[in-house]
């Protein structure tokens, strides 16, 4: 192609332009994102940057890189419809509509967070982008007391830099358990003792009616006094342009195993896409940088170099909670089988094996996790042992 234009400047948007030139692709690159500034790493936003408030440390490269490598990026820009047909997308910059063309397009939209429908959630802040952040950080400049809806990965890591910093905290979750989207029940219950021991109330399985000024009203009545509230239940994966447009959508914009859409000008990667499982569990979507980062390898040699390797690249995944690391080798639904294999290490097994190794605190198990799900051979018990040893 020679044109590739790229929607949306997160972590994949930004690895397809890169990996691009990488590859030695010589025609043009739009990357265009509806953030301002320069593209950045949504990890430390609940994490790090949180304490240090250096936005200068989550920028994936200075505004130099972007000249020197030919890369148009438009910030400040969003998109708003797709043509097909004629190749063309519309945006809208400080106010005014352009045309822009494409020989082909990759989607990197991710998601927005979702907001469950709480009365007066609408008053409840968010963490998802820097502006977010920064936001949050200025909250955090005096003693406060916070209610944070959501047990899932952002709200407890923010719920963990918040008790350090010496706030009042409580986490309401509708779930039984915490993180039980993505963990097992042992881990779930192993980071609810942290956090209680940190001085942070859990309420478990409790959903959130009310968000008012003097703080939230759970469904049995309970009320949490808190001087703000962060809402960090889930995300939705921004389809709705591709949808207009008429490409096939499965909780995300459908793809093939390269990664393309239904449109074989259009590729889609990251938190936006839904592909095929190398592992032969369907369509899948996952949020993670891994995923956001290898999809856009897989996409940008494609492109440049007419690779027709299928993806297959194994997830993993990492959560900073206070001084405890969480890292996940492979993928896992909420109801596959658990099974602790050492202290600190449980495996996630279903109907086609062994799915997922969740270590804490082990970057040793971790890495050797890895590499036993990623080999093609059945997996022993003595194979499992020795991830620990
Ligand atoms: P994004 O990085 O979300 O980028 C999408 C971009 O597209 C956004 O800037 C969006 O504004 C823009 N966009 C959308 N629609 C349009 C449009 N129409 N026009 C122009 N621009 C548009 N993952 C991990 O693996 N480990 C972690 O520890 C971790 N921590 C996280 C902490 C926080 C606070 C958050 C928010 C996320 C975290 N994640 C973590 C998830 C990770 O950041 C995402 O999986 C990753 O950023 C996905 O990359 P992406 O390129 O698909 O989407």
Redesign the pocket.
């Known amino acids: 192609p020679g044109t590739v234009t790229i929607?949306?400047?997160?972590?994949?948007?930004f690895q397809a332009a890169i990996s691009l030139r990488q590859n030695g692709f010589e025609g043009a690159i739009t990357l265009?994102?509806?953030?301002p500034g320069l593209p950045y790493q949504?990890?430390p936003?609940?994490k790090v940057y949180l304490q240090d408030g250096k936005a200068e440390a989550l920028y994936l490269r200075p505004e130099s890189f972007f000249e020197a490598k030919r890369i148009d990026y438009l910030p400040g820009?969003?998109?708003e419809a797709i043509d097909r047909a004629a190749q063309r997308l519309t945006v809208l910059r400080d106010g005014a509509e352009k045309s822009l063309p494409y020989d082909h397009l990759i989607l990197?939209?991710?998601?927005r967070n979702l907001r469950p429908p709480i009365e007066g959630i609408a008053h409840a802040c968010d963490?998802?982008t820097l502006t977010d952040a920064q936001r949050l950080r200025e909250k955090l400049d005096q003693p406060a007391r916070i209610a944070v809806i959501g047990g899932g990965?952002?709200g407890l890591?923010f719920a963990a830099v918040a008790r350090k910093l010496g706030h009042e905290v409580a986490v309401i979750e509708a779930a039984p358990r915490l993180m039980a989207r993505a963990v097992s029940q042992r881990m779930s219950d192993h980071f609810a003792d942290l956090h209680r021991g940190w001085g942070t109330a859990l309420h478990l399985g409790q959903p959130a009616v009310a968000v008012e000024p003097a703080g939230v009203t759970l469904a049995d009545g309970t009320g949490v006094t808190a001087d703000f509230v962060l809402v960090a239940a889930g995300v939705r994966p921004?389809v709705e342009?591709a949808e207009a447009a008429g490409l096939a959508i499965d909780n995300g914009v459908k793809t093939d195993a390269r990664l393309q859409t239904s449109d074989p000008a259009i590729s889609a990667?990251?938190?936006?896409a839904s592909f095929p499982d190398p592992r032969g569990r369907g369509h899948i979507r996952l949020?993670?940088?891994?995923a956001?980062t290898d999809h856009a390898r897989l996409i940008a040699k494609r492109l440049a170099k007419g690779d027709t390797d299928p993806y297959g690249a194994l997830p993993w995944?990492?959560?900073d909670q206070g001084a405890c690391k969480l890292q996940i080798a492979g993928y896992a639904t909420p109801d596959a089988a658990e099974e602790e294999i050492a202290a600190g290490i449980v495996g996630r097994f279903d109907e086609r094996g062994l799915a997922a190794i969740e270590t804490i605190d082990n970057a040793r198990a971790h890495m050797r996790a890895r590499k036993l799900i990623a080999s093609p051979e059945p997996v022993t018990r003595a194979d499992l042992e020795e991830i620990a040893a």
């Open positions: 929607i949306g400047a997160g972590q994949g948007g265009i994102g509806d953030e949504r990890p936003l609940s820009t969003r998109v990197a939209t991710g998601t963490l998802r990965f952002i890591e921004n342009l990667l990251g938190d936006c949020e993670s940088v891994q956001a995944f990492w959560s």
